[in-house]
């Protein structure tokens, strides 16, 4: 009954694998995020897509690529991992109507560990 | 450049006691703010979104103010209670940002018996 649900919960992983974080949302909502939160708490969004289309984009590598199969759907696949990519990655989503003030529902992260 | 600078860090109060948790931001046009709380080990809960229009909102024994003109916010916890240990953040949604917020680094609360 979790309204955004992400997986793993934890990963651990060596330097150069890929890998991948879903997440899924069962609100109905249209749009979904992805953000790192680094060591020192700062939420910084990466991606963001609207009915499966990509609306923002923030200067991160391009090791990273999101994938939204649908609008309940953001996975995030990491190519050739690097120790800075040791963080909490959470998904968030939202409806964009005009009175929800766009609140964003945040899911419970998934504490990615490169070795 | 936008930015969202909180204080104070981190803070320890005892139970049952009163804080004040301070936000203060350069976002410009600006839409509403947003308090949210993180649990350790989970996603941040939206605790109270204010537009620039809004001086105060409460949520419980949370109380959050907006001060537009001085870009200042804060939130005041009331009566505090051991659960309401965990990071507070406040953020910011700029007008016109495509639902782009940017977030504090947040203030860490510890409650103690």
């Known amino acids: 009954d979790t309204a955004v649900s992400q997986t793993p919960k934890y990963l651990v992983t060596q330097m150069g694998n890929d890998k991948s974080i879903k997440c899924e949302q069962n609100?109905?909502?249209?749009?979904m995020y992805w953000y790192k939160q680094d060591s020192k708490k700062f939420l910084k969004i990466m991606f963001s897509?609207?009915?499966?289309?990509?609306?923002i984009n923030e200067t991160v590598p391009n090791r990273f690529s999101p994938k939204s199969p649908d609008k309940a759907h953001l996975n995030l696949h990491i190519n050739s991992l690097e120790l800075g990519d040791s963080a909490v990655y959470f998904c968030?989503?939202?409806?964009?109507?005009?009175?929800?003030?766009?609140?964003?529902?945040f899911g419970p992260g998934t504490r990615l560990t490169v070795l | 450049k936008n930015q969202v600078e909180q204080s104070p860090q981190s803070l320890i109060i005892l139970e049952g006691k009163n804080c004040t948790l301070q936000?203060?931001?350069?976002?410009?046009?600006?839409?509403?703010l947003r308090w949210y709380k993180q649990d350790t080990g989970r996603g941040p809960v939206s605790l109270t979104i204010?537009?620039?229009?809004?001086n105060t909102k409460s949520n419980g024994r949370y109380t959050a103010t907006l001060d537009a003109d001085t870009k200042q916010s804060s939130l005041h916890i009331t009566a505090s209670q051991l659960s309401d240990s965990a990071s507070y953040i406040c953020?910011?949604?700029?007008?016109?940002?495509?639902?782009?917020?940017?977030f504090g680094g947040g203030t860490r609360v510890l409650v103690k018996p």
């Open positions: 968030a989503s939202s409806n964009s109507g005009s009175r929800s003030y766009n609140e964003q529902f």
């Open positions: 609100l109905g909502h249209d749009t």
């Open positions: 897509y609207n009915n499966k289309e990509l609306i």
């Open positions: 936000c203060n931001y350069t976002v410009s046009p600006f839409s509403n």
């Open positions: 204010m537009t620039f229009s809004e």
């Open positions: 953020v910011v949604s700029p007008k016109a940002a495509g639902n782009k917020l940017t």
